[in-house]
């Protein structure tokens, strides 16, 4: 079992930056992939970025291809993206995931509550 809780959100000027953090408990942390999944209102889920188990490799979504960067240190249990150049369009409640395949689609096997992120125009 792992629980995850996210914090970091809030409402930021077009152009601003972010960085979400994402605190895992129980002793597996660095046996899991970890992503940052995010949802705008009527839009599917889709994963922004997925990390692997050493940090070493990561996916990104096109979208936020080098504007946002995640990372994890797995002595903290913690898994971060920061957000840099944010745009309207990246408006969503945002999602840290774990699963234990390397893959940016399908299921992850367990998800926090979320945090909004707002960009203002």
């Known amino acids: 079992q792992v629980q995850l809780v996210e914090s970091g959100g809030g409402l930021v000027q077009a152009g601003g930056s972010l960085r979400l953090s994402c605190a895992a408990s129980?002793?597996?942390?660095?046996?899991?992939?970890m992503g940052w999944v995010r949802q705008a209102p009527g839009k599917e889920r889709e994963t922004v970025a997925l990390?692997?188990?050493?940090?070493?490799?990561?996916y990104y979504t096109d979208s936020v291809k080098g504007r946002f960067t995640i990372s994890r240190d797995n002595a903290k249990n913690t898994v971060y993206l920061q957000m840099n150049s944010l745009k309207p369009e990246d408006t969503a409640v945002y999602y840290c995931?774990?699963?234990?395949?390397?893959?940016?689609?399908?299921?992850?096997?367990?998800w926090g509550q979320g945090t909004q992120v707002t960009v203002s125009s």
């Open positions: 995931a774990a699963r234990r395949d390397w893959a940016p689609t399908g299921q992850y096997d367990y």
């Open positions: 990390i692997n188990l050493s940090g070493a490799l990561a």
């Open positions: 129980g002793r597996t942390f660095s046996s899991y992939y």
